[in-house]
């Protein structure tokens, strides 16, 4: 199977307000947009894309149609810590503060305004016992 393209389209209530959040604080560009649908696209990266729809609209079914829960997105950067601090001055909802995690990750998670949670990870060196673990 040859895929071509894989992005995510999260279930929300209000396809704008979250795609607001997504363009005021991590710079997505809108590709494509509707009433009830919207595809954004990072400047700096076009394979990087993030997609809204209506949880009520048609094409859901109707079994799902209900806002996303229990979804996290990954971002990894360069430099997190300034957007850390742009976060932190714009007084987003940090649920877990920036910290550096044996694992590998220099990371910290916020909530969107749809509730989605989003890491916004830095890749650092792991510790030894981590370090065996990667492939």
């Known amino acids: 199977m040859k895929?071509?393209?894989y992005y995510p389209v999260i279930c929300v209530l209000d396809v704008h307000r979250a795609a607001e959040f997504y363009q005021t604080h991590l710079g997505f560009k809108p590709i494509f947009q509707n009433d009830w649908y919207i595809h954004l696209q990072h400047p700096?990266?076009?394979?990087v894309n993030l997609?809204?729809?209506d949880c009520n609209h048609d094409?859901?079914?109707?079994?799902?149609r209900k806002p996303a829960q229990g979804t996290l997105l990954n971002f990894e950067l360069d430099n997190i810590d300034a957007l850390y601090?742009?976060?932190?001055?714009?007084?987003?909802?940090i649920?877990?503060?920036l910290r550096d995690?044996?694992?590998?990750?220099?990371h910290f998670i916020l909530?969107?305004?749809?509730?989605i949670m989003i890491d916004i990870i830095k890749l650092i060196q792991p510790s030894p016992e981590y370090q065996q673990q990667y492939q």
């Open 3 to 5: 895929v071509n393209s």
């Open 44 to 47: 700096d990266n076009q394979s």
């Open 51 to 53: 997609a809204f729809v």
């Open 59 to 64: 094409s859901i079914p109707k079994s799902h």
């Open 85 to 93: 601090k742009n976060c932190r001055q714009q007084k987003l909802d």
């Open 95 to 97: 649920l877990l503060e």
């Open 101 to 106: 995690e044996p694992w590998g990750q220099r």
């Open 111 to 115: 909530t969107d305004n749809a509730g």
